[in-house]
């Protein structure tokens, strides 16, 4: 479908964005480009409606040379998603989506069909949602519009630039599924340029990782998992991902989300309550950063609870033992077993994310297992 032959693109004298990339997007695949800031990943995608034209090589689509088209021509045949969405906000929906059929001279009936089609895709009822402005509509609504306006012209191809990593989380996961969900019903060749390994391994056949202008490894996610390349793809990758893809639970898989934390400077009496309302009887005492300072018991807080003077600081055990994100699960264990430990606190970057509890790493490798059985 896409070819890039030995393609390049120079800056300057000497200054590569990409070095001599070869490339094949397979008809009906999702292609995700990965990598970190600058390596090339977005100028490949651009490269494709010619935004950016290569110094060197070619680029070839259905097997015709993309420099030999028109440019404008091209770009109505590719559909295009942004992260900034791009909708026109003096414009109803149905004219955001409408509006390269029109340009490519639709007749009315079938395009007022198309955006009815469309908006029904992703469970927007066009009865309601056609008419309106985006200025109406929140954050993954607009999305939604983006990526279908994108299909309005019925392209072979669609490129999407990180079009979800400006959405929190929750509505994130929201497209992620709904775009599995549509490609499964449309089969259109796309390319998605992410920075997010996560999402990489959730929607795409195949994975391009990416560094300093070069494709440092292309293959399916779980060949990637199993077999990354270098030192370079295996951090990129991360630590906790390749422990999940042949099996093995982490720490963070069996905590608890959720941490009951004070600052040093509280009293004892706000304390006692505190610990009393959230019941808890053991307070991590944090900085500002998250990190950990201490930990304070709801005994030791009554031992010392008739001295109006003391705050947790004075009384915090500052030696707490703390286990790292992606630590094994039978480190988590030998924690348990050989310091006589209830909780244990999980970090990552020096801060802390969450707690592990011995019911609740149980209860989180039973989720594992069952998880992972076939």
């Not at 094949?24 to 990965?34: D, F, Q």
């Not at 045949?77 to 414009?91: C, N, R, T």
């Not at 469970?123 to 999305?143: A, H, I, T």
């Amino acid at each position: 479908m896409i070819h890039f032959k030995n393609v390049s693109k120079i800056y300057g004298n000497d200054t590569y964005a990409l070095k001599n990339i070869n490339l094949h997007v397979k008809s009906g695949e999702l292609l995700a480009l990965i990598g970190p800031s600058g390596c090339g990943k977005t100028t490949t995608m651009r490269m494709i409606n010619r935004l950016i034209d290569p110094t060197e090589g070619q680029i070839l689509i259905n097997g015709e040379d993309i420099l030999k088209k028109n440019p404008v021509k091209l770009r109505r045949d590719i559909g295009y998603v942004i992260q900034q969405i791009g909708l026109l906000p003096h414009m109803t929906i149905q004219d955001n989506i409408s509006l390269v059929p029109k340009l490519k001279k639709w007749p009315k009936e079938k395009y007022e069909k198309r955006v009815d089609e469309l908006l029904d895709l992703v469970g927007l009822d066009p009865s309601v949602f056609k008419s309106r402005y985006p200025g109406e509509l929140s954050g993954g609504q607009q999305q939604r519009i983006g990526v279908i306006r994108a299909l309005a012209a019925e392209p072979p191809i669609i490129l999407m630039d990180e079009p979800f990593s400006a959405l929190d989380p929750i509505s994130r996961e929201q497209l992620q599924d709904e775009l599995i969900k549509l490609q499964e019903e449309i089969h259109k060749t796309i390319v998605f340029v992410t920075h997010d390994m996560d999402e990489a391994l959730k929607i795409a056949n195949r994975i391009a990782i990416m560094r300093g202008g070069e494709i440092i490894q292309l293959d399916t996610p779980d060949k990637i998992l199993r077999h990354p390349k270098d030192d370079f793809v295996t951090d990129f990758i991360g630590e906790k991902r390749l422990n999940a893809s042949i099996g093995n639970p982490v720490a963070e898989d069996l905590m608890l989300d959720k941490v009951i934390t004070s600052s040093p400077t509280r009293g004892l009496a706000e304390a006692f309550t505190f610990m009393k309302k959230g019941k808890v009887d053991q307070l991590y005492i944090v900085g500002k950063e998250k990190e950990i300072l201490g930990l304070v018991s709801l005994e030791e807080v009554r031992n010392q609870f008739k001295d109006e003077n003391k705050i947790l600081a004075d009384i915090m055990v500052k030696d707490v033992i703390k286990i790292q994100a992606n630590q094994s699960v039978g480190e988590v264990a030998d924690c348990f077993a050989n310091q006589g430990l209830t909780t244990l606190p999980v970090m990552q970057d020096n801060k802390l994310i969450g707690i592990i509890t011995r019911s609740s790493m149980i209860r989180g490798i039973a989720n594992w297992e069952q998880r992972s059985s076939p």
